[in-house]
């Protein structure tokens, strides 16, 4: 059911869209008060990638997804997604060009899962109009491919977290945006939705324009389901490529603080990471 119909989520290309860079990070920096939390990043992401954003807690890397989609505005720098400077732009036009699962999202408990996922068609309608047959049926398709469409009359308060966070995937592939970024998509899901839900989000990218970005601590499932990774520690871009050339234990040492081996997975051969347990004060 989660890997069947992608169809109704394709982004046309267009003449606007004709471009090798999706999103370009020109010498970023912000802060939080006086604490800088992201400092002079350089990135450039281009279309057809899916890249990972790892690290340690407080590495900065939901601040960095938060100022990829706007929501925050640096305090150095600009920030271009598809050619336009993000910061610049109405929410509505935000709307257009990415879409956004963050993590834990504060939620109208009492609206119905169906019409939460609703909400992603606004960017395409106007004030005074109303979904047509077609957003209803993009609505039902993006329930359908997340399997929650069971639970599409349920209220948002009576749902588990897992069930929300796949709730806000179909909200993000009903918006139709050419750009993903997701933060901890995983986070509130079991093994076997975990990978469901990569599978789906690697299947959306090949069905959208731009590029997908996903904020992630899991190194393994990031090395899976990525052709690039991106390892931010304290604020800055530490490594920057391949998941075989970011994972690796030095880096990992370096930027973690923690001992670990890496194999290659028995189906594929991408990186796993696996803690060295030695490494560890022994209880008794």
Not at 89 to 109: D, Y
Not at 150 to 177: T, V, W, Y
Not at 187 to 215: C, F, W, Y
Not at 220 to 233: D, E
């Amino acid at each position: 059911m989660w890997c069947s119909i992608f169809h109704i989520f394709v982004v046309k290309k267009s003449a606007k869209y004709d471009m090798k860079i999706g999103i370009s990070l020109n010498n970023i920096r912000f802060s939080y008060g006086k604490n800088d939390v992201i400092k002079n990043v350089d990135l450039e992401i281009s279309n057809r990638e899916i890249v990972s954003l790892v690290g340690p807690n407080g590495a900065g890397k939901t601040t960095l997804l938060k100022l990829m989609g706007g929501l925050l505005k640096p305090s150095h720098g600009k920030v271009y997604v598809m050619g336009k400077q993000i910061g610049e732009i109405s929410p509505r036009s935000r709307a257009r060009i990415v879409s956004t699962v963050p993590q834990n999202p504060r939620v109208p408990q009492n609206l119905k899962l169906s019409e939460f996922v609703m909400l992603g068609r606004n960017a395409h309608l106007s004030l005074t109009q109303w979904e047509s047959n077609e957003d209803i049926q993009i609505v039902k398709e993006a329930l359908e491919v997340t399997d929650t469409l069971n639970l599409k009359d349920r209220h948002l308060g009576k749902i588990s977290g897992g069930e929300l966070q796949r709730g806000m995937l179909a909200l993000a592939l009903a918006q139709e945006s050419p750009v993903m970024l997701l933060d901890e998509p995983t986070s509130n899901l079991d093994l076997s939705h975990q990978s469901k839900m990569m599978s789906l989000i690697a299947n959306s990218h090949e069905s959208r324009v731009g590029p997908t970005i996903i904020g992630i601590h899991d190194l393994t499932l990031a090395a899976r389901y990525s052709n690039r990774m991106i390892l931010v520690s304290e604020g800055k871009v530490f490594a920057d490529g391949t998941p075989e050339e970011v994972l690796t234990p030095a880096n990992i040492k370096e930027a973690y603080g923690a001992e670990v081996a890496i194999i290659p997975h028995p189906e594929g051969g991408s990186p796993v990471v696996l803690p060295v347990f030695n490494s560890y004060p022994q209880t008794k």
